[in-house]
């Protein structure tokens, strides 16, 4: 089946510009994570949903990071006045409802290059 | 907060040789841990998980053990093949619903 779509695949943008990246959970799957990981390091919690409620966004680096999700499907993380610290490929990964052998699903990521 | 650590940062094995991956954590209420295997350009692939009721658990050429008393866990893998070089990242969470914390990867190679 389907797994977890992330959107674009790849995004450059110019210093100081907004940017939206976009993730398409597995159809039914009620968690959404979004994780960063920087050039050859480990993978950095951001922010976690269960359905359209955020109960821990402790990993957010700033306020110019925010994401949100609708109708518990799609969520969009936006980075806003992106600086250069900002590039990293930024990962989405779902997982099922509670109850259930639940582990994350990633997608392959947006790689973002902040020029 | 969870921190996890893992070791060694690269590895290299020849083709059938075991490969071993070491991790610690830190948060004595982790209950939940997943190994990940990432190739180049994709996103982290689940191949092996552990709950803390369980010491050890093995699936084909894979196996983890979890020492919880010591805050350690480890991946071993045997009769290692090519398709077996990747990153692979250890982590640590509550529940299996949860945020999970990741460790820094291992990158293994395995030498023809």
């Known amino acids: 089946g389907a797994g977890v779509s992330q959107s674009p695949s790849n995004k450059v943008t110019e210093k100081g510009k907004d940017v939206e990246l976009r993730c398409d959970p597995i159809s039914g799957h009620t968690a959404l994570y979004w994780y960063r990981q920087s050039l050859g390091q480990g993978l950095e919690f951001l922010i976690y949903f269960q359905g359209n409620s955020a109960p821990d966004k402790s990993g957010l680096p700033s306020d110019r990071f925010s994401a949100e999700r609708t109708g518990g499907s799609v969520s969009t993380l936006t980075i806003q006045r992106t600086q250069q610290e900002d590039s990293a490929v930024y990962l989405c990964?779902?997982?099922?409802?509670?109850?259930?052998?639940?582990?994350?699903?990633f997608g392959n990521g947006t790689r973002l290059t902040v020029t | 907060g969870e921190n996890v650590e893992q070791h060694p940062s690269t590895l290299s094995v020849q083709e059938g040789d075991s490969a071993v991956i070491k991790c610690t954590y830190s948060?004595?209420?982790?209950?939940?841990f997943p190994w990940y295997k990432q190739e180049l350009g994709k996103g982290p692939q689940l191949i092996i998980d552990i709950r803390s009721n369980v010491g050890e658990k093995k699936d084909q050429r894979i196996a983890v053990t979890l020492n919880k008393t010591a805050k350690h866990f480890s991946l071993h893998i045997t009769e290692t093949q090519p398709e077996d070089s990747a990153v692979y990242f250890c982590?640590?969470?509550?529940?299996?619903?949860?945020?999970?914390?990741f460790g820094p990867g291992t990158s293994l190679s395995v030498i023809p």
């Open positions: 948060d004595s209420a982790s209950n939940y």
């Open positions: 990964a779902s997982s099922p409802p509670r109850g259930n052998n639940s582990p994350l699903h």
């Open positions: 982590a640590a969470g509550k529940t299996s619903y949860d945020k999970v914390i």
